[in-house]
């Protein structure tokens, strides 16, 4: 038994080493952009409308049973909560945008400058058009 496993271990690790030098880290920039963030919350915000509806549907022994199927949480709390995390993720965009945008060196290019000018007041935008419209629910 031994033999198999020192067999086994001699043909599997080289193939494990080949195997991690061709693994690079993966690079989570796209997937955690402010795009992507956005799409989930949406994904978020018809799941917990789903839950809202199935709330309705359920027998009200069985909500009693369950969390956040009170009228409030579901018509109320599930919108602020969305509400909250899309804020947040609008105002460090923009946050971020603008730390880059004074991050600049003198050295850099003018083409730089104006895009990094460009990008902080796009971003700002959307955060102002956000909160314009924003209503808190209590």
Do not use: C
Not at 18 to 37: G, H, K, T, W
Not at 71 to 95: A, C, E, M, R, S
Request: charged share 25%; hydrophobic share 40%; glycine share 2%.
């Amino acid at each position: 038994m031994k033999f198999k496993s020192v067999l086994l271990l001699t043909v599997l690790f080289p193939l494990l080493a080949f195997a991690s030098e061709n693994i690079e880290p993966e690079d989570y920039s796209s997937r955690f952009s402010l795009e992507e963030s956005q799409a989930s919350i949406e994904y978020v915000a018809d799941a917990l409308s789903s839950f809202r509806k199935l709330t309705e549907k359920s027998p009200k022994e069985l909500t009693e049973q369950v969390d956040n199927t009170g009228w409030d949480i579901q018509n109320l709390g599930f919108i602020n909560w969305v509400d909250t995390v899309t804020g947040t993720l609008l105002l460090q965009h923009y946050q971020i945008a603008e730390l880059r945008y004074q991050a600049l060196s003198e050295s850099t290019s003018m083409e730089e400058k104006k895009k990094a000018e460009q990008a902080m007041v796009t971003a700002k935008e959307q955060y102002q058009e956000f909160t314009s419209k924003l209503q808190v629910m209590d």
